[in-house]
């Protein structure tokens, strides 16, 4: 069966430290691949898109690979802050047409940045 | 600029009843979803808009749930007979259009519990 696996156990790290998130899918294809963030009481906020045929994005602070040999996505905090402390999403589509419009998403993975 | 608003914020109801959630998307965006995120879950898909076209409601759990969007804008999600397994925190998210391409912007939820 399709499956989208996030670190299940909360990350903790120090700040200035560099936090990496993985996001493993098993019999999916994507198109692309998303990164949210999540903080909580509130929805998630969009971060990161990268597509199927692009090995790295980068944006400020945040990196974001994608190995589809491996399936599996990278999110990469530098320099991290505790400002950045919240749970972090990973949402998917298919490539399968008729099926592309809607993401499926990962249970997320917390990350706490201590001072 | 105004981003997505749903409310209430909180809904208490008692188990039976039926309940409405309202959603006000951005401004000119074409696509509507609505998710449910339920405590440790992943976000659950129920529904989405594109437009003019016929919804797609692949997501909904039973037949008490339904939805509607007015005038291509404003939605409103229902729950009839609602059960306490209803109980979760209900997501609206609007997209300039449908695609796995565009990003979504979340409203803050409506957290629903059934006693």
């Known amino acids: 069966s399709q499956k989208i696996e996030q670190n299940s156990e909360a990350l903790n790290i120090q700040e200035g430290k560099t936090a990496t998130l993985t996001c493993n899918y098993t019999?999916?294809?994507?198109?692309?691949l998303q990164w949210y963030r999540q903080d909580p009481g509130r929805g998630p906020v969009f971060l990161l898109l990268?597509?199927?045929n692009e090995k790295e994005k980068r944006k400020e602070r945040l990196k974001v690979t994608f190995d589809t040999t491996l399936k599996q996505s990278l999110f990469h905090i530098t320099a991290s802050q505790p400002a950045d402390s919240a749970t972090y999403l990973c949402?998917?589509?298919?490539?399968?047409?008729?099926?592309?419009?809607?993401?499926?998403w990962g249970l997320g993975t917390s990350l706490a940045v201590n001072p | 600029g105004a981003g997505v608003s749903q409310s209430p914020s909180n809904k208490v109801t008692e188990k039976g009843k039926d309940v409405e959630l309202r959603c006000d998307p951005i401004s000119g965006h074409t696509a509507l979803y609505w998710y449910r995120q339920s405590l440790g879950q992943g976000l659950e898909f129920l529904i989405y808009?594109?437009?003019?076209?016929?919804?797609?409601k692949s997501g909904l759990p039973s037949d008490r749930f339904s939805a509607e969007r007015t005038g291509g804008s404003v939605s409103t999600l229902t729950i009839q007979r609602t059960q306490q397994e209803d109980s979760a925190v209900y997501l609206c998210a609007s997209s300039v259009a449908a695609g796995s391409y565009n990003e979504q912007f979340f409203g803050p939820g409506t957290r629903l519990t059934v006693l």
């Open positions: 990268i597509r199927e």
């Open positions: 808009f594109q437009g003019n076209s016929a919804p797609d």
């Open positions: 949402a998917l589509t298919s490539n399968n047409a008729g099926n592309n419009r809607k993401l499926i």
């Open positions: 019999n999916y294809s994507p198109a692309y």
